[in-house]
């Protein structure tokens, strides 16, 4: 597992809906449904995704921080159709498992997001769909400059756009 540098504040996941904060996602959900849910933190969007797949569905929420799971668990580990593990994004233990695959606010968190990326697209099914959703950093200024992490990341970005538009 990559060593993690960042951890998100847990009363600002603990926050987030599906329907107000992945509302792209929220519309391609359907009951019955298999989704995954990459860098899901305490659960509180993971939960939403969820109830829209209903009790024929199911969704596993991942995420590398212990501390986060461990809340998610605690929160929402009565929900039946739901369980969270322990994974790091770029080596998902998943293969062609799921309907959808998501990672909100969580690639740009990642020193190799083209690894992540490949490693969402193999956990998705033949005819899965992945979305993501990041911030857009492309009219962002940083003083003082930013960790090189987040550079890779940054430099990242069109080399993704142009895998996607090639269809690798």
């Known amino acids: 597992m990559t060593v993690q540098s960042h951890r998100s504040d847990p009363r600002i996941q603990g926050r987030r809906t599906l329907e107000r904060d992945h509302r792209g996602l929220a519309t391609l959900l359907r009951p ?3 989704g995954l849910d990459v860098g899901c933190g305490t659960g509180a969007i993971t939960v939403g995704i969820a109830r829209a797949v209903g009790p024929q569905g199911y969704v ?4 590398r921080d212990a501390e986060l799971l461990e809340l998610a668990r605690k929160e929402h580990g009565t929900v039946a159709n739901l369980h969270f ?6 080596d998902l ?7 959808i695959v998501t990672a909100a ?10 690894s992540a990326v490949s490693s969402l697209r193999g956990a998705a099914k033949t005819s899965g769909t992945i979305v993501a959703l990041d911030y857009n950093h492309a009219q962002n200024a940083w003083t003082p400059s930013p960790p ?5 990341f940054l430099q990242g970005i069109p080399r993704l756009e142009a895998g996607q538009r090639m269809g690798q």
């Open 85 to 90: 593990e322990s994974a790091d994004a770029t």
């Open 32 to 34: 019955g449904l298999g």
């Open 60 to 63: 596993v929420g991942v995420d």
């Open 105 to 114: 606010r969580t690639l740009q968190w990642i020193s190799d997001p083209i």
């Open 148 to 152: 090189g992490e987040f550079v890779c």
């Open 93 to 99: 233990p998943y293969r062609s498992q799921f309907d």
